[in-house]
């Protein structure tokens, strides 16, 4: 082994905090992300992504039993995650009653949400890079996207609309990141393994990049932002 390797000396989150930042740019700079910060998306717009977000937490949250049991998966599945009610409760109030009838995957999130079960079914350490991916994704960014929300489409201010981005079972999210991060640091899997998991959460981003290109095409036009808004 080589004791000046990067791999080797560096914590496991910041490899792949580090590893992850140029995708991570990316996902946040397509033109839904910047229309939607932007406020130039409409209510339909904002309906229809939480509505793919539906199907990404469903793959994510749909097989915990067996997840919760391994022991490289058991450590992150805290309860205190889950979105499926949130999400459920504000595609309620978005759509009516009658929600679940309307909704479809786009061909991007079937792929993810398909991705991601496979990961789930096969591959535990695959699977924590979609949980990292998203879940602390939503800890920290997904309040922006909340703020500007609750702003554009008149949600009340953490209340049916955007539960999703509302983690009423953290109450420090900055030591929940910290101790996210100390369970990345000692995922209980090889060198290999790990550079595998950062393969993999690159793959992540690319499918998320993927469902925001295709909600821009539905509902951007051209999927570019405008120059002015
Ligand atoms: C425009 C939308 C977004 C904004 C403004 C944003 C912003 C941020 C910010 C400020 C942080 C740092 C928080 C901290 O250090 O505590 C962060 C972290 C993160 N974001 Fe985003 N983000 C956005 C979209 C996304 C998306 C769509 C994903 C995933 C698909 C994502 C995944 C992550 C992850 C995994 C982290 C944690 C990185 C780490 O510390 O290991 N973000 N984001």
Redesign the pocket.
């Known amino acids: 082994m080589d004791a000046h390797s990067p791999a080797l000396s560096t914590p496991f989150?910041a490899l792949?905090?580090t590893a992850s930042s140029e995708a991570?740019t990316e996902?946040?700079h397509t033109s839904f992300?910047d229309d939607m910060?932007g406020g130039r998306l409409g209510v339909a717009a904002y309906r229809r992504y939480t509505e793919q977000l539906w199907f990404v937490y469903r793959a994510l949250e749909g097989s915990t039993e067996a997840l919760a049991q391994d022991p490289v998966t058991g450590p992150f599945l805290r309860p205190e995650l889950t979105r499926m009610p949130e999400l459920e409760r504000d595609l309620a109030h978005l759509g009516g009653a009658g929600w679940r009838d309307g909704i479809r995957p786009l061909p991007a999130t079937e792929a993810y949400a398909a991705r991601i079960a496979e990961c789930a079914r096969e591959w535990p350490a695959g699977y924590v890079a979609h949980h990292?991916?998203?879940y602390?994704?939503d800890l920290?960014?997904g309040q922006?996207?909340r703020g500007t929300a609750e702003k554009a489409w008149g949600f009340a201010r953490k209340g049916d609309g955007v539960r999703f981005y509302v983690f009423e079972g953290i109450g420090n999210p900055?030591a929940f990141?910290r101790e996210y991060?100390a369970l990345l640091d000692a995922l209980p899997v090889d060198d290999l393994e790990k550079q595998r998991v950062v393969e993999e959460c690159r793959r992540?981003?690319a499918l998320?990049v993927a469902v925001l290109s295709e909600l821009s095409a539905e509902f951007g036009g051209d999927g570019r932002s405008p120059l002015s808004a």
Do not use: D, P
Request: charged letters at 15%; aromatic letters at 8%.
């Open positions: 989150s792949i905090r991570h996902v946040q992300m910060l990292y991916t998203r602390l994704g920290s960014g922006i996207v900055a990141k991060r992540a981003y998320n």
